[in-house]
């Protein structure tokens, strides 16, 4: 049961527009999301994150949504730039679960068309 | 650099062979986790560590798998008796043990090809 789901696996984009990256969840006793971006034959990269006490969290470029009641989030990447070019992984997890372990999404293809 | 290290960081071996890795992650970092990702999916939890102690298996961990982390610094991944479906990139993490820090520090991971 996949329960983070990164219904696109790839997404082009022209430099300089708005990215849009998509996840779905479908445990409710998640409660942290964060986004990873990860390069050929290197580990993942933390990006940014989201407690589900809020709805919106900004660092820079990137700009993480989340909905609640609709189990879903976004990663706005603005402006996009050749560099954005990798796989994004959408992460979750829980207060209650004690480990902190992450569940991942299966990944979108970013690729930023210069 | 002080990231989290792995090694080795390719590993071929044939079918029946035992193998062992090694994850070195950032210093202050109390917690360290495994991962195994394999081609299209996304990293999927293995095994958590609380200084030496480790503290949940998933059920992927087959008993032909065992990860130790004797001192609470570095921690081995052994898989023995490897088996073509053991292919797969081992990833590991650490995080500091913060009350709810979520954030997780991955290393360049160990690529195994069992022939």
């Known amino acids: 049961d996949q329960q983070v789901k990164q219904n696109s696996p790839s997404l082009s984009v022209q430099e300089g527009r708005i990215s849009i990256l998509n996840c779905d969840y479908t445990?409710?006793?998640?409660?942290?999301f964060l986004w990873y971006k990860k390069y050929p034959a290197e580990g993942p990269t933390f990006l940014i994150s989201?407690?589900?006490?809020?709805d919106k969290n900004e660092d820079g470029r990137f700009t993480v949504f989340l909905n609640k009641s609709a189990k879903h989030l976004s990663l706005h990447i603005v402006p996009s730039q050749p560099g954005d070019s990798a796989v994004y992984f959408c992460?979750?997890?829980?207060?209650?679960?004690?480990?902190?372990?992450?569940?991942f999404g299966t990944g979108t293809r970013l690729t930023i068309i210069p | 650099d002080t990231g989290v290290s792995q090694d080795p960081r390719h590993k071929i071996t044939k079918r029946g062979q035992n193998v062992t890795f090694r994850c070195d992650p950032i210093?202050?970092?109390?917690?360290l986790y495994w991962y195994r990702q394999t081609l299209g999916q996304g990293p999927e939890f293995l095994t958590y560590?609380?200084?030496?102690?480790?503290?949940?298996k998933s059920r992927l961990l087959s008993d032909r798998f065992s990860a130790e982390r004797p001192k609470g610094s570095f921690s081995t991944l052994e898989i023995q008796r490897t088996e073509q479906g053991d292919s797969a990139m081992y990833l590991c993490?650490?995080?500091?043990?913060?009350?709810?820090?979520?954030?997780?520090?991955f290393g360049p991971g160990t690529r195994l090809t069992v022939t």
């Open positions: 992460a979750a997890s829980g207060s209650n679960f004690g480990n902190e372990k992450l569940t």
């Open positions: 560590f609380q200084n030496e102690a480790q503290l949940e």
């Open positions: 210093s202050e970092h109390n917690r």
């Open positions: 445990n409710s006793m998640f409660d942290y």
């Open positions: 989201i407690s589900s006490i809020k």
């Open positions: 993490a650490s995080s500091p043990s913060a009350v709810l820090s979520y954030e997780q520090y």
